[in-house]
């Protein structure tokens, strides 16, 4: 309850930041609206001389389209600020702040930014969805529901401790600005589904960088062809990145020097 009480106050502490600058929430959904319109094209563009892309309709593209967009708001909400927060923090020595706290350091580093305005892209979304699934021929079921609901949990959980690990190589190495960069541009491909790509790449958005089951897999919740045994795969994998990425921030702290060093 206390780690609880003290997310809800950062978060509240975020939204309240945020609502001094309202023209941003107009600039936000003006560049969520385009971004929607230019994926819309593309997707258009595809099927002009297509029926399925690997199996895939036009339907349930347009529902990983949805998930991308909805997965892609709650990072840029909620885990990038933090993240990028830590990696300021990190560098100038300020970390210290965070450290000398009487609550789990990594819980503080976590929660302390939120991007209210972002969540457009949350909202905006989960319209795609609800609309892609109004669109598909096969039946959408309470299990579905279920299965999308845990398999997007899972998934974020994934992409937090994928972000905690990349954010921890600050400790020891300076320019991680780039592999920043580099897994934005990795995400992007996430915008339609992992088994188009070849499989060498196929293996690197699902096991190294969780793309496939932050967008493709809870996508495939929507469409039916989600198993037990996938979801069950992305269990153990998100405990594992969790623990992993646990072990990494400790490593990082204990190489920590800080602003009075």
Same mark, same amino acid.
């Given at each position: ?12 502490? &975020? ?11 107009? $600039?936000? $959904? ?7 319109? /230019? ?10 001389h297509t029926t ?40 100038? &020595? ?7 706290? @009487? ?5 503080? #580093? %976590? ?26 021929? %096969?039946?959408? +079921? ?7 609901? $845990?398999?997007?949990?899972? &998934? ?6 994928? *972000? ?6 600050a400790f020891w190495?300076?320019? /991680?600005?780039?592999? #920043?960069?580099?897994?934005? &541009? ?9 088994? $188009?790509?070849?499989? *060498?790449?196929?293996?690197?958005? +699902?096991?190294?960088? @969780?793309? !496939?089951?932050? /967008? +493709? #897999?809870?996508?495939? !919740? ?16 998100? !405990? ?7 072990? /990494? *921030? ?6 920590? %020097?800080?602003? %009075?060093?």
């Amino acid at each position: 309850m206390r780690l609880l009480s003290l997310a809800y106050t950062y978060l509240r502490v &975020g939204i309240l930041n945020e609502l001094q600058y309202r023209v941003n929430f107009f $600039i936000q $959904i003006l560049q969520s609206l385009i971004a929607l319109v /230019v994926g819309l094209i593309g997707l258009w563009l595809v099927f002009d001389h297509t029926t399925d892309l690997n199996g895939w309709t036009q339907p349930e593209l347009l529902a990983v389209m949805g998930v991308f967009i909805l997965m892609g708001g709650l990072i840029r909400a909620a885990i990038q600020p933090n993240m990028m927060r830590l990696l300021d923090d990190v560098q100038q &020595g300020t970390l210290d702040f965070a450290l000398t706290k @009487p609550v789990d350091a990594q819980v503080i #580093v %976590s929660v302390r930014e939120f991007r209210l305005w972002q969540v457009v892209d949350v909202i905006l979304g989960l319209g795609v969805v609800v609309a892609a699934v109004l669109r598909l021929e %096969s039946r959408f +079921t309470l299990p579905d529901l279920l299965g999308f609901l $845990i398999a997007l949990a899972l &998934g974020g959980v994934m992409i937090y401790c994928f *972000w905690l690990m990349l954010t921890s190589t600050a400790f020891w190495i300076i320019r /991680v600005y780039e592999l #920043v960069n580099l897994f934005e &541009g990795l995400y992007a491909a996430g915008r339609w589904p992992v088994s $188009i790509y070849p499989n *060498w790449l196929r293996f690197g958005l +699902t096991f190294l960088i @969780p793309v !496939a089951f932050a /967008v +493709t #897999v809870p996508a495939e !919740a929507l469409t039916g062809r989600l198993t037990p045994l996938t979801l069950l795969g992305a269990g153990l994998l998100a !405990a594992g990145l969790f623990l992993l990425a646990r072990l /990494v *921030w400790r490593l990082g702290v204990r190489n920590y %020097s800080g602003a %009075s060093a």
